[in-house]
Nanobody, 123 residues
Framework: QVQLVESGGRLVQAGGSLRLSCAAS????????MGWFRQAPGKERKFVAG????????FYPDSVKGRFTISRDNAKNTLYLQMNSLKPEDTAVYYC????????????????WGQGTQVTVSS
């Protein structure tokens, strides 16, 4: 039983930076693995970043590797996604998700989702 509330999405220029936050409430935050996903209009929801509950391991697809950084602050029950060197193709609704099992890149593996926050990168 975890509730997720996202914030930080906005319009940003190409090459700029943005940090998304996802605040968790409910049961203990630390046992959950967490991930970020994004979905552009007419496209499938895709994995963006994932992190283990301890924060010791992070995973990224090639499309964002080197530009995005996922982190978590268990004391504040908050997940972050730092996005640098943003590109127009990063435009999407971004979702955070949590589950009690091992880290997965598949949306179907996650049971708890935030409401989504819009990120728009202008060219």
């Amino acid at each position: 039983q975890v509730q997720l509330v996202e914030s930080g999405g906005r319009l940003v220029q190409a090459g700029g930076s943005l940090r998304l936050s996802c605040a968790a409430s409910g049961r203990t935050f630390s046992p959950y693995v967490m991930g970020w996903f994004r979905q552009a209009p007419g496209k499938e929801r895709k994995f963006v970043a994932g992190i283990t509950w301890s924060g010791g391991s992070a995973f990224y697809p090639d499309s964002v590797k080197g530009r995005f950084t996922i982190s978590r602050d268990n004391a504040k029950n908050t997940l972050y996604l730092q996005m640098n060197s943003l590109k127009p193709e990063d435009t999407a609704v971004y979702y955070c998700a949590a589950d009690s099992d091992g880290l997965s890149t598949a949306p179907s593996a996650y049971e708890h989702w935030g409401q989504g926050t819009q990120v728009t990168v202008s060219s």
